[in-house]
């Protein structure tokens, strides 16, 4: 078999009038009953057609696959409240491209939708953006400490500056918190324990996405 050195790749777009059937269909329903009705006049056709024109030039396809989405327009926009708990690294184009993507295919509501967005979040935009911070809490001695590193917007992790990993924090406690260098923000956070590479600190979604304002709003000017 031949090997491919070309990818081609044609994109259409159709705005469809529907009957009002079709955008009470979930998501799934909805692409299964449009790739029923294109069936294989369309998507094989299409494909044998493209093979005829391009043998005229002496191209062939190796092989070719086809991607079928619908989304309805007409479907309520999701709350921003939404959009930010499931990517609070997320820029606001980026949470209104993140509305866009997600509308009338989202689940309709509770753990499934947030995990659908969080989903979608993280293929937008799958980069650690992070910002300094200092952790301030109790060492495993009792000692208050204030430890440098950086806090990772997209997951919540924190990973402490070189010269600070070698501290034990108490696991578990209450007035853990993170202070974000240049920001108002002060983030509650969890110390689960202590490795080799430092002390694992996190600080929850929910905690992030309430302070995403000013995170995102510092994090950019660092760009």
Same mark, same amino acid.
């Given at each position: 078999?031949?090997?491919?050195?070309?990818?081609?790749?044609?994109?259409?777009?159709?705005?469809?009038?529907?009957?009002?059937?079709?955008?009470?269909?979930?998501?799934?329903?909805?692409?299964?009953?449009?790739?029923?009705?294109?069936?294989?006049?369309v998507?094989?056709?299409?494909?044998?057609?493209?093979?005829?024109?391009?043998g005229?030039?002496?191209?062939?396809?190796?092989?070719h696959?086809?991607h079928l989405?619908?989304?309805?327009?007409?479907?309520?926009?999701?709350?921003?409240?939404?959009?930010?708990a499931?990517?609070?690294?997320?820029?606001?184009?980026?949470?209104?491209?993140l509305?866009?993507?997600?509308?009338?295919?989202?689940?309709?509501?509770?753990?499934e939708?947030?995990?659908?967005?969080?989903?979608?979040a993280l293929?937008?935009?799958?980069?650690?953006?992070?910002?300094?911070?200092?952790v301030?809490?109790?060492?495993? %001695?009792?000692?208050? $400490? !204030? *430890? =440098?590193?950086?806090?990772?917007?997209?997951?919540? &992790?924190?990973?402490?500056? +070189?010269?600070?990993r070698?501290?034990?924090?108490?696991?578990?406690?209450?007035?853990?918190?993170?202070d974000? %260098?240049g920001?108002? $923000? !002060? *983030? =509650?956070?969890?110390?689960?324990?202590?490795?080799l &590479?430092g002390?694992?600190? +996190?600080?929850?979604?929910?905690?992030?996405a309430?302070?995403?304002?000013?995170?995102?709003?510092?994090?950019?000017?660092?760009?």
């Amino acid at each position: 078999m031949a090997r491919a050195n070309l990818k081609l790749s044609v994109e259409f777009e159709f705005d469809l009038d529907a009957p009002e059937a079709f955008l009470q269909a979930s998501h799934e329903k909805l692409c299964k009953a449009m790739q029923e009705l294109l069936g294989n006049m369309v998507l094989q056709g299409m494909p044998t057609v493209t093979a005829k024109q391009l043998g005229k030039a002496g191209v062939t396809i190796v092989s070719h696959h086809h991607h079928l989405d619908v989304v309805s327009t007409a479907a309520v926009a999701l709350p921003r409240e939404a959009l930010v708990a499931a990517g609070p690294h997320l820029t606001d184009e980026e949470l209104e491209q993140l509305s866009r993507r997600t509308a009338g295919r989202a689940p309709l509501q509770g753990a499934e939708l947030a995990r659908f967005l969080r989903r979608h979040a993280l293929t937008l935009v799958p980069d650690f953006r992070t910002l300094p911070c200092v952790v301030v809490g109790k060492l495993s %001695s009792g000692r208050d $400490a !204030s *430890l =440098r590193g950086r806090l990772n917007l997209t997951n919540g &992790s924190v990973v402490l500056d +070189e010269q600070d990993r070698h501290n034990r924090l108490q696991p578990n406690q209450d007035a853990l918190r993170v202070d974000v %260098s240049g920001t108002p $923000a !002060s *983030l =509650r956070a969890t110390c689960a324990g202590n490795t080799l &590479s430092g002390p694992v600190i +996190e600080v929850a979604l929910t905690e992030l996405a309430v302070h995403r304002d000013p995170l995102v709003a510092a994090w950019q000017q660092t760009g």
